[in-house]
């Protein structure tokens, strides 16, 4: 997984100098709508920790909403920007996926979109968010078909600590328009994104 495991100081910078604004972008949209129509299925007046929430792309898409929506990363920047279309009810964390610092059951749901790829202790991260959900809670999950790290391997971890309710393969095609992922202009994306249980000990 070398050269995945970002460090806090490069997710800044890279945010900083506004690489990732292409998260506010028309190729992004698809997989944030998914995510928001399962959290649409999952009702009104949820807690939803966004674990990763980089610069509010997500918490835009979940608008509007009765929820309360708490959003967690590592780059300050990004929280920064997602601050400036934050709503007075938002609510901002920074901290590590591994290292959740919320009370067990504090969430009806926990989104965690485009983020275990660069971890380097996935099962360590999703026991965290599972710890953070409630009885009934769900995991949404996202993932792109990442070519130098087998979505499959996280998948791996995500499956064998959750059932899953739904889960939906998402191709983006190229586009004119397209700044494709990692450079590539002309490269379909895949995405696979689940709505998952976690998957608890009967005692
Ligand atoms: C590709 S971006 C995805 C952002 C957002 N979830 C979305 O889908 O638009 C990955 C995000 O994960 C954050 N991140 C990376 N490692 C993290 C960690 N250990 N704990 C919390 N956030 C982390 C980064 O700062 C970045 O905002």
Redesign the pocket.
């Known amino acids: 997984v070398a050269g995945y495991?970002?460090a806090?100081q490069s997710?800044?910078d890279?945010?900083l100098a506004g690489d990732?604004e292409r998260?506010h972008s028309l190729e992004?949209l698809g997989?944030?709508s998914i995510l928001a129509g399962y959290v649409r299925h999952l009702g009104p007046r949820l807690k939803i920790l966004?674990?990763?929430?980089?610069?509010?792309?997500?918490m835009e898409e979940l608008r509007p909403s009765g929820h309360t929506y708490v959003g967690?990363?590592?780059?300050l920047p990004?929280v920064r920007r997602a601050l400036a279309t934050a709503t007075e009810s938002d609510m901002f964390v920074i901290?590590?996926?591994?290292q959740l610092p919320f009370r067990p059951g504090a969430f009806d749901a926990v989104?965690?979109?485009?983020?275990l790829?660069?971890?380097p202790d996935v099962p360590v991260?999703v026991d965290a968010m599972v710890a953070v959900l409630a009885r009934d809670g769900h995991l949404l999950v996202?993932l792109f078909d990442a070519f130098d790290r087998p979505e499959s391997d996280c998948w791996k971890h995500v499956l064998s600590a959750t059932n899953v309710v739904d889960m939906v393969t998402l191709t983006r095609l190229g586009g004119n328009n397209s700044t494709g992922h990692r450079g590539d202009t002309t490269r379909p994306v895949t995405w696979r994104i689940a709505l998952l249980t976690p998957r608890r000990s009967s005692a």
């Open positions: 495991c970002h806090r997710w800044s890279e945010y990732w998260l992004e997989r944030y966004d674990v990763g929430c980089g610069n509010g792309a997500m967690c990363d590592l780059a990004a901290a590590q996926a591994q989104i965690c979109s485009e983020v790829s660069y971890l991260a996202s």
